[in-house]
């Protein structure tokens, strides 16, 4: 079994900052891509960044200049840095990864629960 736990997630107020985290645990070989999403009410979930495990890292136009991805390839952990909040990144944060449990096997993909981040104005 593989899971990812998210957390670091809260109430915040417009222009704060928070870093999520979101550890990996279980039966992994490696981790590939890491990742961060976001869903808020009545809308998609949408890409935040993500970050290989080379550390290249690949963000959302509007998440650009505000937010940092980051991983420790040591702890299976990805971190998102998040700074200058606004209203509008109010939503549930889900960290992905695409992990192998096995040398034998290609990597699958797994989500955390999520964290809910709410920025007020």
């Known amino acids: 079994q593989v899971q990812l736990v998210e957390s670091g997630g809260g109430l915040v107020q417009a222009g704060e900052s928070l870093r999520l985290s979101c550890v990996a645990s279980g039966t992994i070989f490696s981790i590939n891509d890491m990742g961060w999403y976001r869903q808020a009410p009545g809308k998609q979930r949408e890409l935040v960044a993500t970050?290989?495990?080379?550390?290249?890292?690949n963000y959302a136009d509007s998440m650009k200049g505000r937010f940092t991805i980051s991983r420790d390839n040591t702890k299976n952990t990805v971190y998102l840095q998040m700074n200058s909040l606004k209203p509008e990144d109010t939503a549930v944060y889900y960290c992905?990864?695409?992990?192998?449990?096995?040398?034998?096997?290609?990597?699958?993909?797994?989500w955390g629960q999520g964290t809910q981040v709410v920025v007020s104005s």
């Open positions: 970050i290989t495990s080379g550390g290249d890292t």
């Open positions: 992905n990864a695409d992990i192998r449990r096995s040398k034998w096997f290609a990597g699958q993909d797994y």
